[in-house]
T-cell receptor, first 114, second 111 residues
Framework: DQQVKQNSPSLSVQEGRISILNCDYT??????FLWYKKYPAEGPTFLIS?????DKNEDGRFTVFLNKSAKHLSLHIVPSQPGDSAVYFC?????????????FGSGTRLLVRP | DTGVSQNPRHKITKRGQNVTFRCDPI?????LYWYRQTLGQGPEFLTY????????KSRLLSDRFSAERPKGSFSTLEIQRTEQGDSAMYLC?????????FGPGTRLTVL
């Protein structure tokens, strides 16, 4: 039972264009969402997060959008750069869970072509 | 370097052997997590410590797995009688309350 789903295993985008990575979730108790980026042979690196009380959070080239009614979030990268090529994981946590453990999706591999 | 560190980075062992991994979290972080990641999947939660207390364990954590954080600083994860299905990347993360910061992981290969 996957509570966090990333249905696109891969995405290829031209440098300078927008990359849109999508994530769906099923657990309505999730109240905090995060995106991590992972390069080979490294651990995941935190990118950006959003609380369920917001619908948008922006940090430089990265923007995360949250649609609670659709249980959907997306990460926009504008403009995309070759260095953004990595695997991107969406993660979520339940507010009532005091451990704050994260539930991850299976990841989307982004390739930004020069 | 003040990030999360893990040792060893790679471990190859024969089935049936015991292995132990170490994680050194960011020094002021009281929360410490272990996750496991297999090919094509995202990290899966294994266990959680707040200071030295182990407060939650996933059902993924069989009785062959044990984790400790004796002084509320570094943590160890031991796997006894390793099986081929234990082959994975073992990730450690630490946090205060917000985002978790991950170490580079220990890649375990069980032959």
């Amino acid at each position: 039972d996957q509570q966090v789903k990333q249905n696109s295993p891969s995405l290829s985008v031209q440098e300078g264009r927008i990359s849109i990575l999508n994530c769906d979730y099923t657990n309505s108790m999730f109240d905090y969402f995060l995106w991590y980026k992972k390069y080979p042979a490294e651990g995941p690196t935190f990118l950006i997060s959003i609380s369920s009380i917001k619908d948008k959070n922006e940090d430089g080239r990265f923007t995360v959008f949250l649609n609670k009614s659709a249980k959907h979030l997306s990460l926009h990268i504008v403009p995309s750069q070759p260095g953004d090529s990595a695997v991107y994981f969406c993660a979520a946590r339940e507010g009532r869970d005091s451990s704050y453990k994260l539930i991850f999706g299976s990841g989307t591999r982004l390739l930004v072509r020069p | 370097d003040t990030g999360v560190s893990q040792n060893p980075r790679h471990k190859i062992t024969k089935r049936g052997q015991n292995v132990t991994f170490r994680c050194d979290p960011i020094s002021e972080h009281n929360r410490l997590y272990w996750y496991r990641q297999t090919l094509g999947q995202g990290p899966e939660f294994l266990t959680y410590f707040q200071n030295e207390a182990q407060l939650e364990k996933s059902r993924l954590l069989s009785d062959r797995f044990s984790a400790e954080r004796p002084k509320g600083s570094f943590s160890t994860l031991e796997i006894q009688r390793t099986e081929q299905g234990d082959s994975a990347m073992y990730l450690c993360a630490s946090s205060l309350q917000g985002e978790q910061f991950f170490g580079p992981g220990t890649r375990l290969t069980v032959l």
